[in-house]
């Protein structure tokens, strides 16, 4: 049955000003990408072609060949990977005490929570540079680490309460019946279930510890403790600078969040009803 003439055209022109909006939304990423495999004598002209022709990965070559890329690179991985890893951890314990127990001063620490995202994150550098000052762990990337910590905490302790809150307590007790313990419990129902916010956040940690530079530039006086963010200004100098190399270099800083995504995106609606699933 044909769709009435109101509504076929109601839907070609909302899906009209999708492709339209994906398209501008786009477009910044694609001319980074093409302006990577430009020449540099062809990034700047007056008129740009919109195609990468002639094709060149001297730009590349540039960037990965540029001082501190492999150390930086490798700061940058360590101090993500272990953000993501005691973010989720950290937020999934806080979380479940959160929402399976009634203990004085729950709301207070919540509100807390809620109080310390809302400020805003620049105001947060000097205390945090104070702290581990005096903790005597400033220029070390445990306490780069600690620092990315207590940013994403309290958005990821926020989204996995809000999944948890969503789990009827019944089926744990359905599994204590049954005699499972409280870690069996934890690894066969509540993780598939929170699957999907686990995964979520752990996207959050990973983007707000790669991406930050802030910190990293204020925190870290030797060089060689430095991450990619950090690296990629160096591609600015007194001489000027390197737009082709720049370019390229920012190309390859954004692939390990996009691979990240890739990798785990899938697994976002799998982890739905996974737990439900008796084993």
């Known amino acids: 049955m044909s769709l009435p003439a109101a509504v076929r055209a109601r839907r070609i022109g909302l899906n009209t000003a999708a492709v339209l909006f994906c398209a501008v939304w786009i477009f910044p990423v694609y001319w980074m990408v ?36 492999l150390t930086d690179l490798a700061n940058s991985a360590v101090v993500t990977c272990s953000v993501v890893l005691l973010a989720i951890v950290v937020a999934f314990l806080a979380a479940s005490a959160l929402t399976r127990f009634r203990f004085f001063g729950r709301r207070s620490f919540l509100v807390g929570v809620l109080i310390v995202q809302m400020v805003p994150t620049p105001a947060l ?17 445990f306490g780069l680490t600690l620092t990315y910590l207590a ?29 499972a313990s409280r870690m069996r419990i934890i690894r066969t129902i509540l993780l598939p279930l929170v699957l999907p916010g686990v995964i979520a ?14 910190f990293a ?37 954004a692939l390990p ?20 699933v008796k084993d």
């Open 34 to 69: 093409n302006t990577a495999f430009k020449p540099y004598g062809d990034i700047l002209k007056p008129t740009p072609g919109f195609l990468p022709f002639p094709f060149s990965l001297s730009n590349f070559d540039d960037a990965v060949h540029k001082s501190g890329f």
């Open 217 to 253: 530039y204020v925190l870290m006086k030797d060089q060689s403790h430095y991450t990619l963010p950090v690296w990629l200004v160096s591609f600015s100098t007194s001489a000027g600078t390197d737009y082709g190399g720049l370019i390229a270099a920012s190309t390859l800083f």
């Open 201 to 214: 956040t752990s996207v959050f940690a990973f983007i707000t510890a790669w991406n930050d530079y802030l």
């Open 257 to 276: 969040v996009v691979v990240f995504f890739m990798l785990i995106q899938r697994r976002l609606v799998a982890g739905m009803t996974a737990g439900a």
């Open 125 to 141: 550098l000097i205390p945090i540079f104070l702290s581990l000052k005096s903790a005597h762990m400033l220029n070390s990337l």
């Open 151 to 179: 940013l994403v905490l309290p958005f990821t302790i926020w989204v996995l309460r809000g999944f948890l809150q969503g789990i009827p307590v019944e089926l744990e007790e359905a599994a204590m019946v049954d005699g």
